[in-house]
Every structure is written in structure tokens, then in C-alpha cells.
């Protein structure tokens, strides 16, 4: 990778560890997560024969709650790196937590130079990394459109999206004692084509997103295009 200039060298996040491999403390926290949430949730997944059991990968899902970080990745065999909203990171207790966990920082509502070769680094050491493409909750509501990223490091580091469908996390704890169901469905990989924008490649990702969740949930995508 070409060097940092003296601007992107000034950002503070430099100046933090951001891990790339999973650590101690996840391989000790994820399991015992998994057993607490088997008393809140019942997770039922379905296609994560479709999740590379190796290398590069980048996952969007949509984005109901802020628990959903946690079926996605208990559904999963690999661990999922995700891009945070920089906001979290900012509390010192969350980002301590957080970054060991395989969470970095992403600064909404701009590009975010940094976070997008942080993505790009983690990447090329061939791990899942999640992101949500709206860019935030939806919390039932349906999707939203979404942003460009994620379909932009799949045509940079030439790798398969893979869209993962959330459903349920807005109604964990609604019913407690009772436990929620959580459904997480993965789709078919989708490869990035020879010339495709990343525009295009969003669309694409979204729509078919779109079709394994509720038709409720389809929110601006709920109606693919006619020949699309």
C-alpha cells in the first residue's frame, strides 16, 4: 500500500491498536456470549454453506438493532471484524471492549479514508469483515438505501459480497422471560463484474438482501426494477 501522508498519519486512531486477528479475549468472550444468549434467544439460521471457509470476504447485513452483531456472529464459523459507528468507540469503556473484539471506528455521514483502508487491511489478512450498508438502524422499519462502501473494497480487493439477513433482534428483551427467535439467513455470494460500478454492485447486493428478508422488511427495495 502506497505511504500515508502527513494528513492521515495526524488521525488519532492511529495512534490506537486495532486488531486483525482474533484475540485472547474474544475466544474467551464469544462462547460464554453465545451460552447467555441462549436464555434471551432462539437463533435459527439458514445458508452459511454460502460464508467462504476461507479468505476475503465482506458481509452486509441489514441493520435492526444494536444487537445484531451478535447472532450474525454466533451464526458463523468464522469471526466477523465489523465496522462501527465511531460513536462507540468514543466511550472509553465501549472502546476498550470493543476493539479486541475485532471492531473499529467509521465516521458517518463522510468518506471515511481512514476506515476504509483499515478495511482494506483487514481484508487482505483474509477475514470477514461486516458492514451494515444503511449505515444505521432501521429498527423494524424496513431498509433503507444504502451506502457504497462495502460494495466498493468488494471491487478494490477483487472479493465476494455475501448479504446476510437479520430478523428479530428489534424484539429481543420485548417478551422476557420468554425467549425471542432470531432468524439469520446468508445468500449467495455475489462477484463483482468486470466494469460494474459501485453503484451497480450496491444495487445488486440490496435487492437480493431485500429478498431473503420479510416482504415487510423490504423497505426501498421492496420493488426490483423491471428487468433488473
Given at each position: 500500500?502506497?505511504?500515508?501522508?502527513?494528513?492521515?498519519?495526524?488521525?488519532?486512531?492511529?495512534?490506537?491498536?486495532?486488531?486483525?486477528e482474533?484475540?485472547?479475549?474474544?475466544r474467551?468472550?464469544?462462547?460464554?456470549?453465545?451460552?447467555?444468549?441462549?436464555?434471551?434467544?432462539?437463533?435459527?439460521?439458514?445458508?452459511?454453506?454460502?460464508?467462504?471457509?476461507?479468505?476475503?470476504?465482506?458481509?452486509?447485513?441489514?441493520?435492526?438493532?444494536?444487537?445484531?452483531?451478535?447472532?450474525?456472529?454466533?451464526?458463523l464459523?468464522?469471526?466477523?471484524?465489523?465496522?462501527a459507528?465511531?460513536?462507540?468507540?468514543?466511550?472509553?469503556?465501549?472502546?476498550?471492549?470493543?476493539?479486541p473484539?475485532?471492531?473499529?471506528?467509521?465516521?458517518?455521514?463522510?468518506?471515511?479514508?481512514?476506515?476504509?483502508?483499515?478495511?482494506?487491511?483487514?481484508?487482505?489478512?483474509?477475514?470477514?469483515?461486516?458492514?451494515?450498508?444503511?449505515?444505521?438502524?432501521?429498527?423494524?422499519?424496513?431498509?433503507?438505501?444504502?451506502?457504497?462502501?462495502?460494495?466498493?473494497?468488494?471491487?478494490?480487493?477483487?472479493?465476494?459480497?455475501?448479504?446476510?439477513?437479520?430478523?428479530?433482534?428489534?424484539?429481543?428483551?420485548?417478551?422476557?422471560?420468554?425467549?425471542?427467535?432470531?432468524?439469520?439467513?446468508?445468500?449467495?455470494?455475489i462477484?463483482?463484474?468486470?466494469?460494474?460500478?459501485?453503484?451497480?454492485?450496491?444495487?445488486?447486493?440490496?435487492?437480493?438482501?431485500?429478498?431473503?428478508?420479510?416482504?415487510?422488511?423490504?423497505?426501498?427495495?421492496?420493488?426490483?426494477?423491471?428487468?433488473?
Amino acid at each position: 500500500m502506497p505511504a500515508d501522508t502527513p494528513t492521515e498519519r495526524s488521525d488519532p486512531r492511529e495512534r490506537r491498536k486495532y486488531y486483525l486477528e482474533t484475540t485472547f479475549l474474544r475466544r474467551i468472550l464469544t462462547p460464554t456470549l453465545r451460552i447467555l444468549f441462549r436464555f434471551i434467544s432462539v437463533i435459527q439460521t439458514s445458508g452459511v454453506e454460502n460464508l467462504p471457509s476461507e479468505g476475503p470476504v465482506v458481509l452486509a447485513a441489514n441493520h435492526m438493532s444494536f444487537f445484531d452483531m451478535f447472532p450474525m456472529q454466533f451464526a458463523l464459523p468464522r469471526p466477523i471484524f465489523f465496522m462501527a459507528k465511531a460513536e462507540l468507540h468514543r466511550n472509553p469503556i465501549l472502546d476498550a471492549v470493543l476493539r479486541p473484539l475485532g471492531s473499529f471506528p467509521v465516521e458517518r455521514g463522510s468518506h471515511d479514508e481512514w476506515a476504509f483502508r483499515y478495511a482494506q487491511r483487514l481484508l487482505e489478512h483474509g477475514q470477514v469483515l461486516g458492514i451494515f450498508p444503511e449505515g444505521t438502524r432501521s429498527r423494524g422499519l424496513g431498509l433503507r438505501s444504502a451506502k457504497t462502501g462495502a460494495a466498493r473494497l468488494a471491487i478494490v480487493m477483487s472479493c465476494p459480497l455475501v448479504p446476510m439477513a437479520v430478523e428479530g433482534t428489534q424484539r429481543m428483551f420485548h417478551g422476557f422471560p420468554h425467549r425471542s427467535t432470531v432468524q439469520i439467513k446468508v445468500g449467495e455470494r455475489i462477484y463483482p463484474q468486470h466494469g460494474e460500478t459501485a453503484l451497480a454492485l450496491t444495487d445488486r447486493m440490496m435487492f437480493t438482501l431485500a429478498g431473503l428478508l420479510p416482504p415487510e422488511l423490504r423497505g426501498v427495495y421492496a420493488q426490483r426494477p423491471l428487468g433488473f
